[in-house]
């Protein structure tokens, strides 16, 4: 019975654009719109462009601060709910071609872009699909053509674009304008434009946690129904307000089981969906200047990175630019701290000094490969049974996190794990977890030890490991 539910879940494995995404970890959200000049979290589509002036825009300084983080990409929000664009579209007046900012000869995507290139990091688009500002909003298809030809624009002007963030909010009341969105035309459009670009939220590629706390699940399975997908698609389950307890909103109990096999059972239908966690440097997604001295402590951001990334998700940490168009000296500060703190606290695997023993190995996949982040994965040669990777140093070395990672183009196998000590001879259990997926990061107390035994108790068939990290 377990077996055959096994072989169908480990069917199921990600897109080589899923993989590169997965691969990526951690990314910014850069919100930037006329919000930042009113104050103001939600726009209505009413602000007039001569507002937005940022004297001083430097997308490089954001470029160089997202990368001292030790982040790999950035998303600008490209279009908010105001309708404003921070490109000169060629299908609406309401866009940066309109403002004082550079005589109107300005494009922030395009500066925002190019920094991105100089920099090493990957660029991606925020478009979001509710339009205060556009008449042709709530009109059906003239709206989609609209959409699309921005769309269009974004994807085919300023090179390569990994992510398209499609968000789901609309605080249309009872009486506001309806607009059923063609996603599926949507989705046509990006598959055709640039291949390589994950769709998220509103998509079929990346799934929101389901809060924008940086709450994690302690079991964020990738393997979910497909039905998943249409979450975000439905307007009543979304944000309908801007209400900042939503923003404290945590995840709730009825939807804490996404994937384990009990969930998986009896759906018909299952897809490869790993969770992105969103949130914000400081309580809002956009610059406010009462809110200078909030920025979250370094502790919280790196709880909610190691929860994240190391809890098989992806983190994307938003840095609002103030009115001036640069991050503000508190937030640059937090970002080199975070980046401090990922290199120093995962610069040298303990596992290099160490030796290994394992359970059996099948043919090519012997336990070495796990020193290496490369494509080589380690199997046992039994499908049956645990799984046993056992490690000995000559002198003993505190540790404080630990690293697994498994091989996701076999899918995620990993249900559940354990890992044991060494204390006066003998085996301590020290800590254990379920989910495995792309990466897990476990927290030891750091006492010294000799030795590290890691038990795969339990398994979808035989499991894959891909890389193991041990740090002090
Ligand atoms: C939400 C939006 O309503 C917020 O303003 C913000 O953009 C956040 C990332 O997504 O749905």
Redesign the pocket.
């Known amino acids: 019975m377990q077996q055959s539910i096994d072989r169908r879940l480990v069917q199921i494995v990600p897109s080589e654009r899923q993989l590169r995404t997965q691969e990526m970890e951690f990314y910014a ?1 850069v ?1 930037f719109t006329v919000n930042t000049f009113t104050d103001r ?2 726009g209505d589509g009413t602000e007039t462009p001569a507002i937005f002036d940022p004297r001083k825009l430097d997308a490089r300084q954001w470029a160089r601060a997202v990368r001292d983080a030790g982040m790999t990409g950035l998303i600008l ?1 490209c279009k ?2 105001d309708g404003f664009c921070l490109w000169p579209s060629r299908h609406t007046a309401h866009t940066v071609a309109a403002t004082p900012w550079k005589g109107g000869q300005g494009d922030v995507v395009a500066e925002t872009a190019e920094a991105c290139r100089e920099y090493g990091l990957r660029f991606g688009v925020y478009l979001s699909p509710w339009d205060r500002h556009d008449p042709r909003y709530g009109t059906g298809k003239p709206y989609d053509d609209y959409f699309v030809a921005q769309l269009t624009e974004l994807l085919t002007g300023y090179g390569d674009v990994f992510a398209l963030w499609l ?3 609309c605080g249309e009341g009872a009486n506001g304008k309806k607009q059923y969105y063609d996603w599926e035309r949507y989705y046509d459009t990006v598959r055709r434009l640039q291949p390589d670009c994950c769709i998220h939220i509103c998509g079929p590629d990346v799934r929101w946690c389901g809060n ?1 706390a940086g709450d994690t699940r302690p079991s964020e399975w990738s393997v979910v129904p497909a039905r998943t997908a249409d979450t975000e698609k439905v307007a009543s389950l979304s ?1 309908q307000t ?1 209400d900042p307890s939503f923003r404290q909103r945590t995840i709730k109990a009825w939807d804490l089981d996404l994937g384990s096999r009990e969930a998986l059972r009896e759906e018909q239908e299952l897809i490869w969906y790993p969770a992105e966690v ?1 949130t914000s440097i400081r309580p809002g ?1 956009y610059w406010h200047p009462a809110e200078d001295d909030q920025v979250k402590p370094l502790e919280k951001l790196i709880d909610i990175y190691e929860k994240s990334v190391g809890g098989n998700a992806m983190f994307l940490l938003n840095i609002p630019p103030t009115d001036e168009g640069l991050f503000h000296p508190n937030d640059v500060a937090r970002l080199h701290e975070i980046g401090e703190y990922l290199r120093t606290s995962y610069g040298q695997n303990l596992l290099d000094a160490a030796s290994l023993e394992a359970s059996p190995a099948l043919e090519g996949h012997s336990a070495e490969c796990i020193r290496t982040k490369d494509e080589s994965w380690y199997q046992p040669a039994c499908e049956e049974g645990e799984t046993q990777v056992i490690l000995h140093w000559q002198e003993p070395v505190a540790i404080r996190r630990v690293v697994l990672m498994e091989q996701l183009r076999l899918s995620q196998r990993v249900e559940r794990f354990a890992l044991d000590v060494l204390r006066q001879g003998q085996w301590v259990q020290a800590a254990e977890g379920t989910v495995v997926g792309h990466k897990r990061i476990i927290r030891l107390d750091g006492a010294e030890t000799a030795g590290l035994r890691i038990r795969i108790t339990d398994a979808r068939l035989a499991p894959a490991l891909r890389f193991v990290g041990i740090y002090g």
């Open positions: 959200f919100h979290e939600w929000t908010h709910h968000d789901g909010a924008e944000q801007d969103n997604w």
